[in-house]
């Protein structure tokens, strides 16, 4: 589906961001995830369980059920499963069929996330989860504050697209940050290493941002460099420093950086999970700035804007049946870049077809 | 369609509950009967009338038409229609076309229920309604008061799915009557017999459920025992005796039968028509227990949470795009044995395509 | 798509009307016609300008651009487009690519309309609107009043097969100008010449309507003509003549002509665009009578029920998945005509395949 082939959706083992990590209790949530309904919780233990989120028995959906212990019961006809998934307990029969169990998920909890594992099992190496030092979100010389989330009504991939390509932060986001200094007209660098897209641009010599004045504790001219990396399929850190620029020698010298932080789960074929928060790598002192901002009126507006013209581009999709013409520009090389990983990813999963669920021979099991 | 074969919805050559009696006046109503637009009124002489809900000129739904005598009259272009269909006035011409007619459904009431045909007229046999009196829906020895009335927003197979397994009752009923000593969690004795699948289980020895003890002015020990009997396609009673349990010989003594009546019927291919009412052998003074019962708030509940789960798996069966996995348990032998009593039903009837109706040719009458 | 041949919409090489010029200003305005959004607006130099409603590089609707002078400048990252569609500015890049413009319509302002042609712009041949002095629209002896506007829940060619048959106005306007003495019962006369059907009937002698008798200060009894043209595929024009008959001779005189005017413009595949206008040719004092009946509650009550009857036909076409059964009858001939001159009509444009856009080629421009 567009921008993909078509019955191209989205790579299924692959890691993916399925919620933060304050998300999930000992209440059962019900994300849909590639497609799929899941449900999360956490034991008595406090491990973080994914289960398959519709009873196998008669589809019910288990978000609404109770824990009973570790085990979530069915509030249909009180079916129980344990957090392996394994049925155990069929209150009108002793014998359990062993096809009546839940498709369990790997999951990994990093940094503020649950990193959930949608395709093949055997498969979910957690070393394949970005590595989060290099990312910088447990590097410990930044404070991040992650927390924000949008159901966003419009397909995944128009978000990657609207995080590759920066240029929008001036008229998108006039309103909010881009009237403030932010994002920077060009077409930036590109490289792809991997599974890995990363721009770099820069602004040598501007004014420094009013925001970003109130955070440094500094007024003048500032050099402002931007590094985006998006570890292909789900996650995006833009690196953004600041340097202080000497007004007679025009050296520089470093304020401090900001990181944006930003995670992007494909929910529905039509809607997608979008995860945000903020970080500084400075001012390690109360309060947290970085908290302050992803809170603040600033990004919510941004953030705002963004899922905003998302389901604008998913209406006139939908206006035009499922395909818009587009010309692409110099810019948007990175984007398509990313688009490029996305479908690699999926042709080499056989089209995306090899780990759907067949229904169950509709025949009684006794 | 899920959970019969591909294609195959709901037989048509068969008598389905329309509407309760008390539905029906002199002011049109409209009703979506297997997927098809019906309107039901009374004539003057009280018959009841059900006809095609459309004009056959242009589509009109008739439904808010006005009745002149016993014709409905089309708000659009005043043609009138007579109680059989024929088409008794064009106003703009002086011949009636042979083709201008509403169909006529073949009606039939019986106890507070309208019985109609949706199939080949020539078929309607009135033999093949259910034996109201073996049902005990006209038997002396039963007070019975219809009245309850859902639009469900799932198919109507969901439904018998559920009337069918009564070990749901202690699960989604735990609020209602299900948290009051009703349900029984076993696998019922499952009987066949031409188009009736009789189901029944037992419950030898509890405390009298709270609603029953105020129900019969008894509060000690009792043996329960529910006969249910699904007569396929549409009308299930569930006969519901209740015994005194001497607390030293054990003797059961029968304190008197509830019966549990409903019938549903396909309206869209996601919605069904739910009727339901309430019934008692016992204590024919007023007010009638039945009737009490029936408007509830217990009752009440505990349909708001059949409804409820109806919804829910029709929206897995949405977010699955059709098709639900389902593990089969021994307790769904009745479930099963209704859907291939229904299946057989389409089957013979080759595979429900023999009744539709074709458009007309879109050339100009005259 | 019913009433016409299945994959058959609307002819594309034809005229419409896209809007009252009142409701174009220097804010754009987006209108879906024949299923494409477009926006409308005027330049500086009060010239109209429609373009194709959706940004070529990433899809984003423009109607909620700002106008630089008088290019459209788009949301999402700038890019300016001017009257002519062509790319004036990508802020990101130097060079514009050749592909990187937006379609523009062939556009003419007649009377109060503006007249769009969405087809091939090499045939945009301004003769081909419909004569407007012939009409009577801009005829000196009348004055007309335009400005009612509705969007349909309902495919356009329901409101053409309403205009086309007004053995509806007894009936359907019963509560609004058919309970006034509107609309005759007949099979009207017929006449079709190219692209124009014609219908004429005529109420030899009745009583003068009461609000004609307020606009025309006359009691008695009248003659009233009415003679339809459709000038297919979007106008028509009622002209709507009443005559004084003398008591004893029986003769007419000419008391005065009313001007029912309307436009329907195919929206989507299932909504329409309808515009509607009174006029008069007597009494050129102030106030215009033809603006306050164009206005006046009446004339809003009868048009409301026009658009009701509309939504609940596309409705039953829902209800019965496309296609509806139809009889057609004597009194339908003009409707039926009319059908077949827009089936002739997209038929000529080889099924109104060929002026579709193709989605670009999804690889980058440089």
């Given at each position: 589906m567009y921008p993909l082939e078509d019955g191209c959706f989205a790579p299924r083992n692959q890691w993916y961001v399925a919620a933060w990590l304050s998300e999930i209790s000992r209440t059962p949530k019900e994300r849909m995830i590639l497609d799929e309904p899941v449900i999360l919780y956490r034991t008595q233990a406090d491990e973080i369980v994914a289960l398959a989120g519709l009873c196998p028995h008669r589809g019910f959906p288990l978000a609404s059920g109770k824990l009973i212990g570790d085990d979530i019961e069915c509030p249909y006809h009180g079916l129980r499963f344990g957090p392996d998934g394994a049925c155990t307990l069929i209150p009108s029969q002793d014998t359990i069929p062993a096809a009546c169990r839940l498709r369990s998920y790997p999951v990994a909890a990093r940094w503020q996330w649950l990193w959930i594992w949608m395709g093949d099992p055997a498969l979910?190496?957690?070393?394949?989860?970005?590595d989060h030092v290099e990312a910088k979100l447990v590097d410990t010389d930044f404070r991040n504050a992650g927390g924000n989330y949008y159901l966003v009504p419009g397909r995944y991939v128009l978000l990657h697209d609207n995080l590759l390509d920066l240029n929008h932060v001036p008229f998108l986001h006039r309103d909010s940050f881009g009237g403030d200094g932010g994002g920077a007209i060009q077409v930036p660098e590109v490289t792809v290493h991997e599974n890995i897209v990363t721009c770099s641009f820069s602004q040598p010599n501007i004014a420094c941002p009013p925001f970003l004045s109130e955070l440094l504790g500094y007024d003048g001219p500032v050099a402002r460099q931007y590094i985006s990396y998006f570890y292909a399929p789900c996650m995006h850190v833009i690196w953004d420093s600041i340097s202080k620029l000497d007004?007679?020698?025009?050296k520089a010298e470093p304020l401090g950086a900001l990181l944006h932080i930003h995670a992007v789960t494909p929910a529905t074929k039509n809607t997608a999970h979008y995860f945000q928060g903020e970080g500084q790598?400075?001012?390690?002192?109360?309060?947290c700035l970085a908290e302050v901002f992803r809170s603040s009126e600033l990004v919510s507006k941004a953030l705002d804007e963004d899922v905003s013209a998302t389901r604008l581009i998913e209406q006139s999709i939908a206006a035009c049946h499922g395909r818009i013409p587009e010309i692409l520009l110099k810019a948007d090389k990175a984007a398509v870049l990313g688009r490029r990983i996305l479908q690699a990813m999926i042709r080499a999963e056989d089209?995306?077809?090899?780990h759907r669920l067949e229904p169950a021979d509709a025949m009684p099991a006794a």
């Open positions: 979910a190496d957690e070393t394949l989860i970005p007004p007679e020698t025009g790598d400075f001012s390690h002192t109360e309060p089209g995306g077809q090899s």
